[in-house]
């Protein structure tokens, strides 16, 4: 699986930083950085919910 986001849209409000820290960090600098772009498959969950919970719909999965 691979994580895309897509940083045109991304305000980096850190809602998917909440839901997968260990995958999303948005650092002191105010942006979003992708700490895993290709996560372990115990993520998978959490990415998931990551996708839905973002506001803007900045982030995607590849499978």
């Known amino acids: ?3 895309n986001v897509n940083f045109d849209l991304c305000t980096s409000n850190a ?3 909440g839901i ?3 995958i999303f960090e ?3 600098d105010g942006y979003l950085y992708v700490l895993q772009e ?3 498959p115990e993520f998978t969950e ?3 919910q990551a996708v839905k919970g973002c506001p ?6 590849e499978e």
């Open 56 to 61: 803007n719909g900045a982030i995607s999965l």
């Open 15 to 17: 809602v998917c930083m």
């Open 1 to 3: 699986m691979k994580v």
């Open 26 to 28: 948005v650092r002191d």
């Open 38 to 40: 290709h996560p372990a």
């Open 20 to 22: 997968a820290p260990e």
């Open 46 to 48: 959490r990415l998931h």
